[in-house]
Structures are given as structure tokens and as C-alpha cells.
């Protein structure tokens, strides 16, 4: 099956972006502030914890109008059963929508197209928000730039777990070429005004868990918001508790070169519009070379090998160029219904 991705699905989607001119149509002000998109696979476990930390973010500022979407990404789990008791007992709106078709990317995209808030709010299953997500969130979406994609604070759920896919910077900061931008904002506590969901589009379902690429689904949207002149910005605050339940080092391995294979498929996607992430690669290339001979390792606390994330860059581009090759000889009669002109808004 031929996998979507944003150069055939590039519309603007006028319907879904937000007045220009700072005006204020009837459908905009009827609209809840804000969407929370969860999508899930088999973490029946998890799943009520996030979402009850959700409904109770929402009950703890209720003048901040708020609709929950979750996504079942085909889950053979009893997730199915579990998400319409939940629904049934929840004080707050619950979407719940089911995307049979694997894939984070695919399932985030299911969710855009469910959410009908004016900002778009990505939380893991795995996850649980803040009691004061709600008002941070409105506080920077109020005050603050709109055409920006922010990620907000990542805390260890439970501190047994070790520190990998966190983050725990109390300094705002916006992502420049100097740094890379995987894990810059994590894709677990992710949000943007639905004006920047219709420029940059839909995620690209070639990336992330799932998919043959496996992750950065979440980086290559913001490479692709930051080619357009989209912020990408970290606040200290909007804060979510990441319970990975990874304890053991070689979990957290097999996590790290999922993540490399990702962004190893993201250097030969972007080589010719942001060939700025060559340059890091070509950093890691060197800081491995080093490492043979006592230099440092990636991460000061875990102590991972730069070698790994070579290896797995480069079989990543190589699994892009194979998939970009099959897409091209792909008959467009073929192709998914809706490719060509996605839409967020369909299905709604």
C-alpha cells in the first residue's frame, strides 16, 4: 500500500485554518480552545490514567472550553471496550475514533481530521498532563505567538524508569539549525493553533512507530513548520509525566536506534530544502570517530554509543530511498482514497 506524505498531501485547507486579519468567524468562536489527541495501540493499562489526568486539567479551569479525541490505532488489547466505558462515565467530551490502518503518523492524522479546536494538542497514551496544562496552554496561546508549534516540559512518570525521552529544560528556547531537531520538542506533549496544522499538513506516514521508518514523525513536522518560517519553541512549563516503563539499559538501546533510523531517513528527505541536518549527522560521524579513542559518549547519564546512531542513520536513508523509489512507480489509481487531496477536515 502506498504510504501518504506531505508532497501529494500539501493543501491549505482554507476551511480549517484560522481567519486571517485577526477576525473572529461565528464558526471560530464556536469552536472548544482546545483538542487533545490521543492515539493508542495496546496500552489498555495506561490509557485511563492519561485520560483521566485530562479530564481533570479540563475540570480544574472549565471557562477554557475543551474536546478530547482519541484515536484506537487497532489495538487487540480490550482498548476497544475500555475506551467506551471511559467515554460513557467521562463529565467531558470524548471522540472516540478508530484507524485500523498501523501507524503513529497515520493515527495522528485520523486525529486532526476528528479535532475541531482552535489548538491541537498531542499527548501520548502513555502520558499524563499537568493539573495546569489547560491554563498554560491558553496563557501562551492567548499572549503569546499562534503560528508557532510549542512542546511544553517531559517529566518521568515514575523515577524508576530511566531518563530517556524526557525533558527537563527550565529555559524557553526556539529551535535554530544549530541544533537537531529530534526531541527539540517531544511529539508526547505537542501542540499547535490549527492555522499551522493547515500550512504545514498532514504527518508524514512513512515516519514514526509502526511505519517502516519507525519514529520521527513528530521531527519531521517541525522540519517541515521551520522550512516555512514556522516557530518551533520549548516553554518550561505545559508539563506531562512520561511513564515509558523502561527500566532496563537495553530497552532504552533498541528506543535510541529507532530513534536514528528516523532521523537518518529525515537527512536524504530534507537533503536539498534543510541540508543543515547533514551537518549533524557529520557532528555524530566525527563524535564516534572520537569515542573509539576515549572521547565522550551521546548521553552524559545513559553513557550511549554515537556508533549506533551512524549505523541506524544510515540504513534509515537508505530505507527512505527504497520507499521514495517504490512510491514513484506507484500507479496514482492505487494510491489511498483522499491522497491526493487529504483535508483535514474530512470526516467530520
Not at 140 to 169: A, M, Q, W
Not at 220 to 239: C, H, K, N, S, W
Not at 312 to 328: Q, V
Request: a positive charge; glycine letters at 8%; aromatic letters at 8%.
Amino acid at each position: 500500500m502506498a504510504l501518504q506524505h506531505p508532497e501529494i498531501a500539501r493543501e491549505r485547507f482554507d476551511e480549517l485554518a484560522a481567519p486571517r486579519a485577526g477576525m473572529c468567524s461565528a464558526s471560530d468562536r464556536s469552536r472548544p480552545f482546545a483538542s487533545f489527541i490521543v492515539c493508542t495501540r495496546d496500552r489498555v493499562q495506561a490509557l485511563p490514567a492519561c485520560i483521566r489526568s485530562i479530564e481533570a486539567a479540563c475540570c480544574s479551569h472549565p471557562t477554557i472550553t475543551s474536546q478530547l479525541v482519541v484515536v484506537d490505532n487497532g489495538s487487540t488489547d480490550g482498548t476497544p471496550g475500555e475506551l467506551r466505558r471511559l467515554a460513557a462515565a467521562s463529565k467531558m467530551t470524548i471522540t472516540v475514533v478508530t484507524e485500523p490502518r498501523p501507524g503513529l503518523a497515520t493515527a495522528r492524522n485520523t486525529g486532526m481530521e476528528r479535532a475541531r479546536g482552535l489548538v491541537f494538542v498531542f499527548i501520548d497514551d502513555d502520558c499524563e498532563v499537568d493539573g495546569n496544562y489547560l491554563r498554560d496552554l491558553e496563557q501562551h496561546y492567548s499572549t503569546g505567538e499562534k503560528r508557532v508549534i510549542r512542546g511544553g516540559r517531559v517529566e518521568l512518570g515514575n523515577p524508576d524508569d530511566l531518563p530517556f525521552t524526557i525533558k527537563r529544560s527550565r529555559l524557553r528556547a526556539r529551535l535554530t539549525t544549530e541544533v537537531h531537531p529530534g526531541g527539540f520538542v517531544l511529539g508526547c506533549n505537542m501542540t499547535m493553533h490549527r492555522e499551522v496544522a493547515a500550512l504545514v499538513g498532514r504527518f508524514d506516514e512513512r515516519f514514526g512507530a509502526g511505519a517502516p521508518l519507525q519514529s520521527a514523525e513528530d521531527t519531521d513536522y517541525l522540519v517541515r513548520a521551520f522550512q516555512l518560517g514556522i516557530p518551533v519553541e520549548y516553554v518550561p512549563d505545559m508539563t506531562v509525566f512520561h511513564h515509558h516503563g523502561r527500566k532496563a539499559r537495553a530497552a532504552i538501546e533498541k528506543l535510541h536506534r529507532s530513534y536514528s533510523l528516523g532521523n537518518g531517513a529525515l537527512c536524504l528527505k530534507h537533503f536539498f530544502k534543510a541540508p543543515w541536518l547533514l551537518k549533524h549527522f557529520c557532528w555524530t560521524t566525527r563524535s564516534a570517530c572520537g569515542e573509539t579513542f576515549g572521547g565522550a559518549r551521546f548521553d552524559p547519564e545513559l553513557q550511549l554509543s554515537h556508533w549506533p546512531i551512524v549505523s541506524m542513520n544510515l540504513l534509515g536513508a537508505a530505507i527512505f530511498a527504497r520507499l521514495a523509489m517504490s512510491d514513484r512507480a506507484a500507479p496514482t489509481e492505487l494510491r489511498p482514497a483522499g491522497e491526493t487531496k487529504p483535508g483535514l477536515e474530512r470526516g467530520q
